[in-house]
């Protein structure tokens, strides 16, 4: 059974710094690409950021290019997301999600259930 | 940037009625296009991809059509785990994101 646990989501003040997780099982994770999806309370999706299966190619939206980086750790099976700077905007679920193939843009097949960012003093 | 809107943002339907959500793009493309599904307090959950096929597991109940700049979803019978919010996504030039159509019980 494929699982994405998401974790490392909490309270942080504007201009702080978090690590998000995303520990995956039940597939090969390096066959794979994967993303950050976020949606802020009450709102839609908004991507945030891809990295392909290697790790040598890595995507990042407009807003939040320059503050984050996104790595993966393949004999961990692990997903991470640094978030520097962070804003009152960038308060959200992030949830990591799967592609089904090991480069980008695609689609995601499978979500993890999210860890939520809330940015405010 | 490529945007995607949705329409309508709502929508009130009974079950068994055959509803039909829409998604437009900014600019054109071919089918690389997805559906999501999305209850409260759950992630989403791929329905649809190339614009036409159903994901794994998906019941098939679900269509969806287009190409170009018009997409839709059709759900061909409402049931009751289907109302729900409903997202299309474009991944023909990276990543983005319709606002999303809630489905509501009438």
């Known amino acids: 059974e494929m699982r994405l646990v998401a974790s490392g989501g909490s309270l942080v003040q504007p201009g702080g710094s978090l690590r998000l997780s995303c520990t995956a099982s039940?597939?090969?994770?390096?066959?794979?690409?994967m993303a950050w999806v976020r949606q802020a309370p009450g709102k839609g999706l908004e991507w945030v950021s891809g990295?392909?299966?290697?790790?040598?190619?890595?995507y990042y939206g407009d807003s939040v290019r320059g503050r984050f980086s996104v790595s993966r750790d393949n004999s961990r099976n692990t997903l991470y997301l640094e978030m520097d700077n962070l804003r009152a905007e960038d308060t959200a679920v992030y949830y990591c999600?799967?592609?089904?193939?090991?480069?980008?843009?695609?689609?995601?097949?499978?979500w993890g259930q999210g860890t939520l960012v809330t940015v405010s003093s | 940037e490529v945007v995607m809107t949705q329409s309508p943002a709502t929508l009130s339907a009974s079950p068994g009625e055959r509803v039909t959500l829409s998604c437009r793009a900014s600019?054109?493309?071919?089918?690389?296009l997805a559906w999501y599904q999305q209850k409260p307090g759950q992630a989403p959950r791929l329905l649809i991809y190339?614009?036409?096929t159903r994901a794994t597991g998906i019941p098939a109940r679900f269509s969806g059509s287009g190409s170009g700049t018009e997409f839709t979803l059709t759900i061909s019978s409402l049931q009751s785990e289907d109302f729900a919010l409903y997202y299309c996504?474009?991944?023909?030039?990276?990543?983005?994101f319709g606002q999303g159509t809630k489905v509501e019980i009438k």
């Open positions: 999600a799967k592609t089904n193939v090991k480069v980008i843009p695609t689609y995601l097949d499978f």
């Open positions: 039940g597939f090969t994770f390096s066959s794979f690409a």
């Open positions: 990295i392909s299966g290697s790790g040598g190619s890595t």
């Open positions: 600019q054109s493309f071919s089918n690389n």
């Open positions: 190339g614009a036409s």
């Open positions: 996504q474009q991944y023909n030039n990276w990543w983005t």
